[in-house]
Structure formats: structure tokens, C-alpha cells
Antibody, heavy 118, light 110 residues
Framework: QVQLQESGPRLVRPSETLSLTCTVS?????????WSWIRQPPGKGLEWIGS???????FYTPSLKSRVTISMDTSKKQFFLRLNSVTAADTAVYYC???????????WGQGTPVTVSS | QSALTQPPSVSGSPGQAVTISCTGT?????????VSWYQQPPGTAPKLIIY???NRPSGVPDRFSGSKSGDTASLTISGLQAEDEADYYC??????????FGGGTKLTVL
């Protein structure tokens, strides 16, 4: 059974970098699949941020591509999100998920709320 | 890329059927049979209920079904139950190898 758990600071100052970690259990992230970050602003819908694989391939949503990096540490069974130069618009619940079959998300973390505020 | 278009809300009575639409473009829904649907009860993470237009993951009741015509995909829930009350999101693969979600639809069971 695949389980994912997000962790990281819940408060980030404007213009600083948001950094989150997703720890995966029940599956080796070096065995395949893409691993993804998705966010949901308060009271709003889901937004795919991007996905990456252990081979180094990564894909990002165009509106965030200049500010986002997804990386992985297969030895620690973790993957990471870095989002630079944050503003209040980046306030959201951030989910990590496994991308299955290249086009959907079959396992999700519980989500972690992040607020951007001074 | 623009979000896929979903109605903000739909409603139905127990036992009835409801359909939620998801409209994209020829660059996403219209070109690929790679549409998925997610159910998100309040305060919880989304759950995959339909993948690749018509397929249900193991454990998802057959009351949930998906279809597609042109640039519009649809999720139908038959035999509506109180526990189906949730937000529903569609998602599609796109021509730029990215993924895009719909704006979400709130289902109310009357």
C-alpha cells in the first residue's frame, strides 16, 4: 500500500522560497512512475504544479515553470518541491501524489497547508 | 493553459442520476482519451474514481461511470447516495505533456 506524507513550514514570508518534502512508503520511488505536486488555494480548485521521475525528467505547469523545481532523493524515499519568490497567491494546501499511467493521480498525501504572509 | 470548464454545482435526490460535464479543447480533452475524475469530500484529499475516460480503479462502485464526446467529458453518478456529496474534479493530459484540472463541481444530495 503506497502512502505519501507531506512536511515542511506552514508559514513562508513573501519573496522567500517555499520548500516541501514528500515521504513515500510502500513503494520505491526509484522503481518508476512520476511523482507530483498539486495545490489547492483556499476555497478554490486543484492546480497541477508539476511531476518528476527518478531519471531526472520533469514537467511543470507553464504559469509556474520559472519559479518551481521538483527533485528527488531516492535513498531517502523522498521528493521535494521548491517554489521561489512566493506571494500571497501561493497560499494553498499542497498535496503530493503519484502520477499513474502518465495521466492521473492514484495515491495522494493528506495535504499540508502553507500560508504566505509577513 | 486554461483550466477545463465544469459547472460550479449540480444537485440530485437520493436514487437519481446526475451528470457532471468537463469541457476542454482540441489540445486536451478532444485529442486524448486521458481524462480522469476525482472525488473530494470536505476537508479530505482527492480520490481517483475514473481514469482514461471510462475506467474505474478497484473499489470504486459501478454507480460511477465516465464518457467523452468531442471536447467534453462527462461523469455520471447513478443511484445517488448521501455519501456522494463532495466536490468533483476532472483532469486531462494535454498536447504539451502537462496535466490540467477542471475548476471543480460541488455535488449536493438533496
Amino acid at each position: 500500500q503506497v502512502q505519501l506524507q507531506e512536511s515542511g513550514p506552514r508559514l513562508v514570508r513573501p519573496s522567500e522560497t517555499l520548500s516541501l518534502t514528500c515521504t513515500v512508503s510502500g513503494y520505491s520511488i526509484s522503481s518508476g512512475f512520476f511523482w507530483s505536486w498539486i495545490r489547492q488555494p483556499p476555497g478554490k480548485g486543484l492546480e497541477w504544479i508539476g511531476s518528476a521521475s527518478h531519471t531526472g525528467s520533469a514537467f511543470y505547469t507553464p504559469s509556474l515553470k520559472s519559479r518551481v523545481t521538483i527533485s528527488m532523493d531516492t535513498s531517502k524515499k523522498q521528493f521535494f518541491l521548491r517554489l521561489n519568490s512566493v506571494t500571497a497567491a501561493d497560499t494553498a494546501v499542497y498535496y503530493c501524489a503519484r502520477e499513474w499511467r502518465g495521466d492521473c493521480f492514484d495515491n495522494w498525501g493528506q495535504g499540508t497547508p502553507v500560508t504566505v504572509s509577513s | 493553459q486554461s483550466a477545463l470548464t465544469q459547472p460550479p454545482s449540480v444537485s440530485g435526490s437520493p436514487g437519481q442520476a446526475v451528470t457532471i460535464s468537463c469541457t476542454g479543447t482540441s489540445s486536451d480533452v478532444g485529442s486524448y482519451d486521458r481524462v480522469s475524475w476525482y472525488q473530494q469530500p470536505p476537508g479530505t484529499a482527492p480520490k481517483l474514481i475514473i481514469y482514461e475516460v471510462t475506467n474505474r480503479p478497484s473499489g470504486v462502485p459501478d454507480r460511477f461511470s465516465g464518457s467523452k464526446s468531442g471536447d467534453t467529458a462527462s461523469l455520471t453518478i447513478s443511484g445517488l447516495q448521501a455519501e456522494d456529496e463532495a466536490d468533483y474534479y476532472c483532469s486531462s493530459y494535454t498536447s504539451t505533456a502537462t496535466l490540467v484540472f477542471g475548476g471543480g463541481t460541488k455535488l449536493t444530495v438533496l
